[in-house]
């Protein structure tokens, strides 16, 4: 079986083979998939990190060796924490970084793989001390970045995008999918047991999880809904002030923090 890594920016994954198919997700940089199948043009790839499968162009891909690829997936990586970020190859051409990218073997910052190695054109530390407090600094660095369906990257994300990058920032492993990503974690049975960093999702008049959000305190809620913005949450679902009114029906509520 073949493997490959996203050195580019972000590349698109489709669900079908072709470049009309829907955005189902996007690789980011420094994420590695395994080739699955493929076609002339195309390879159907799935994404380690999520386990989320898709066709991506051929001409994207990049070929890692087994070794490379054995080295990449046992060796913990950094994630890139700031909404956009720049990093520099060998023959100095910049690369841009969004928010939750990969950055394997960072040291000093640097980070390398496959006999490639870039430096980061500006500092990766993480803000706050607690997990709930990087989480609040990140939330609030999104704020504003539009809706894209199958978007994960700061030019664009969907709602389950933003909670799974969110969480990836700390170290923790979330589904591509908001139906998926309510399978994980413990559930929180009242919402006013619900604390920051919890997760919340909605549901459809046919009870299907439909939206996902990352509670925040003082009942408010950071989703992607037009917008990454933040909204109030309480036991029916998110109310917007602007609109007066709910427009997301509370389901349940799950926690991934440790």
Known sequence: MKHGICQLSCIAVRNMPSDKAELASQLLFGETYRILDSTEKWLLI???????????DAIQYFPLDEQQYGSLLHNKSAVCQSVLATAYGYNGHPVLLSFGSTLPNLSDRKFSFAQLTYTLGEDNRKPGESLQEILQVQANQLLGIPYLWGGRTAFGMDCSGL?????????????????????????????????????AFFDNEEGKIIHTGMILPNSQLVHASGQVRIDSLDHHGIYRADQQKYTHKLRLIKRVLP
């Open 163 to 199: 909670t799974q990058l969110l969480m990836k920032s700390i170290g923790i492993s979330l589904y591509r999918d908001a139906h998926q990503q309510a399978s994980q974690g413990e559930p929180v049975d009242f919402m006013e047991e619900a604390k920051a960093g919890d997760l």
């Open 46 to 56: 799935q994404q380690d990190y999520d386990g989320y499968e898709g066709w991506i």
